[in-house]
């Protein structure tokens, strides 16, 4: 006979979400798309989804090895190419839960393109990017994040290069739903992943995330916890704040929260009232 507090226990395990066999994982020490994964996981248990009818679809780079350890079909797309890939995916099959996960070189800068015309149609595709502000895999080279005067391996003088407000940008791409958090707020990361899972639209949550080894290492933050401290010290919750005003710089304040929830005809519904017109129309 088990207790209420191991049933508590069974019914909050995100085991059945993971492909153990795969663990330990090989992001760094201190990296913080492991709890990402698991604020995902759990956010599939909270949304009462079917895990057979969610689907995750990654791209390159560190924050895209995530779909290899999720116990979900997964797909490993190229780099900057999960949106496009995803989309075909919704559009085959409408009734799947199509969620894409990866990072803010692959989603922003890479396949920048993808992502606007995305939120443009609006598709039912919940977004999380792991913002950790460089090219991690692969060096930690200055990217479309990296705010400006930070250090990375090509700007060792600082970044000279303005960077994109993602929150900002999908807004006036035309998103239904935009979040920010940081990997010190998994508790509202995961209610936010939940809500956007089962909203109709287009959802993007931006997820502030250490990079220790590289970007941290580059700006004196080479331990996870010192970027966790400073995430506790310059973060300021502001729901419904002016997305042109969230744009983030090296020592300024991390503002997060949820930006963006409105309602507005997806890309499926617009499709079918097409259709029908045509139909009536006779061009069908």
Known sequence: ??????????????????????????????????????????????????????????????????????????????????????????????????????????????????LIHAARRNIDLPTICINNFNYGMTGGQMGCTTPLEAMSTTTPYGNFEYPFNLPYLLEASGASYIARWTTLHLRQLEVSIAEAMLKPGFSFREVISPCPPVYGKMNKRSQGLDEMKMYQERSIVRHGADTRELGLTADGPIVVGKFVDIQRPTFHQVRGQVLDKARQKGRL
């Not at 395990?13 to 090989?26: K, V």
């Not at 992001?27 to 969610?54: E, M, Q, T």
């Not at 090895?65 to 079909?73: C, F, P, S, T």
Request: glycine share 14%; aromatic share 6%.
């Open 1 to 114: 006979m088990t207790t209420d507090l191991e049933t508590a226990v069974k019914d909050t395990s995100i085991d059945c979400f993971l492909r153990l066999d795969r663990i330990p994982h090989i992001w760094c020490a201190g990296c913080g798309i492991g709890l990402v994964v698991g604020a995902f996981a759990r956010a599939i248990a909270r949304s009462g989804l079917n895990p057979d009818k969610v689907s995750i679809v990654s791209g390159i780079g560190c924050s895209g090895r995530a779909a290899g350890y999720m116990k979900l079909d997964s797909f490993h797309t190229t780099h900057g190419r999960a949106l496009p890939f995803a989309t075909g995916l919704k559009i085959g099959n409408p009734e799947l839960t199509v969620v894409v996960f990866s990072g803010d070189g692959d989603l922003a800068a890479i396949g920048g393109n993808h």
